[in-house]
């Protein structure tokens, strides 16, 4: 596929919750070359496509002769309708898609872009084959998170953080803090902070304590 003279190259990266990190996207198309002013990013997914990089790179960046530069094919979409349905639109919009984890789609373009009948109709096979095996591998990742919170709740484990109870404090410190807040040498804010507690589990724990006094 032939690139216009005035074309640029963009970059889409995505994590789907905040707690994960951009970062190694980020250095993998910086090491394609692409200035950093053209990678658009999100943090967290949007419901379907409504994500605010994408949409404004979508519609206000690429133009034709364009190349648009992903890690993956489920960068695209939350499934494979959506997934057909950008690659439908880029297609149509003349913007050339790569997929850095599928090298075999880039060799396919360029052994054959030049076979516009063929490229069409084996690349549409290719493409079908991979947006399948994305959204497969999507439907595997749920349903490890979902059986391994069933497992969980099966053998009564709290999923999080431990609540905090009597037998995870010091016994010692606590029972000086204590006296020391009942003497009205401290405050309850003071004491609770001393301890690692929060106000929602702080009278809770006071009461556990009165209760083995």
Same mark, same amino acid.
Request: hydrophobic content about 35%.
């Given at each position: 596929m032939s690139e216009q003279a005035n074309s640029k190259v963009f970059a889409y990266i995505r994590v789907s919750s905040k707690s994960q990190k951009l970062d190694r996207q980020m250095d993998e198309m910086l090491k394609q070359g692409i200035s950093p002013n053209n990678i658009f990013k999100d943090e967290a997914s949007g419901k379907?496509?409504?994500?605010?990089? $994408?949409?404004?790179?979508?519609?206000?960046? &690429?133009?034709?002769?364009?190349?648009?530069?992903?890690?993956?094919?489920?960068? &695209?979409?939350?499934?494979?309708?959506?997934?057909?349905?950008?690659?439908?639109y880029y297609k149509d919009m003349g913007v050339r898609v790569r997929i850095l984890d599928m090298p075999m789609l880039d060799k396919f373009y360029s052994e054959h872009g030049a076979n516009?009948?063929?490229?069409?109709?084996?690349?549409?096979?290719?493409?079908? &084959?991979?947006?399948?095996?994305?959204q497969e591998e999507r439907e595997r990742i749920k349903l490890r998170q979902?059986?391994?919170?069933?497992s969980a709740k099966q053998r009564n484990k709290h999923l999080g953080?431990?609540?905090a109870d009597l037998s995870t404090i010091d016994a010692d410190k606590f029972a000086k803090g204590y006296a020391e807040w009942k003497a009205g040498n401290t405050t309850a804010v003071a004491f609770m902070?001393?301890?690692?507690?929060?106000?929602?589990?702080? $009278?809770?724990?006071?009461?556990? $304590?009165?209760?083995? &006094?």
């Open positions: 379907d496509m409504d994500r605010i990089g $994408y949409q404004y790179m979508r519609n206000q960046c &690429l133009r034709t002769g364009d190349t648009l530069v992903i890690k993956s094919l489920d960068r &695209l979409g939350r499934n494979k309708n959506d997934i057909k349905s950008e690659w439908a516009k009948e063929l490229m069409d109709s084996i690349g549409n096979i290719i493409f079908e &084959l991979m947006a399948w095996q994305a979902a059986e391994g919170i069933a953080r431990p609540k902070t001393s301890i690692g507690l929060k106000k929602s589990n702080f $009278y809770k724990v006071v009461k556990e $304590y009165e209760q083995s &006094l």
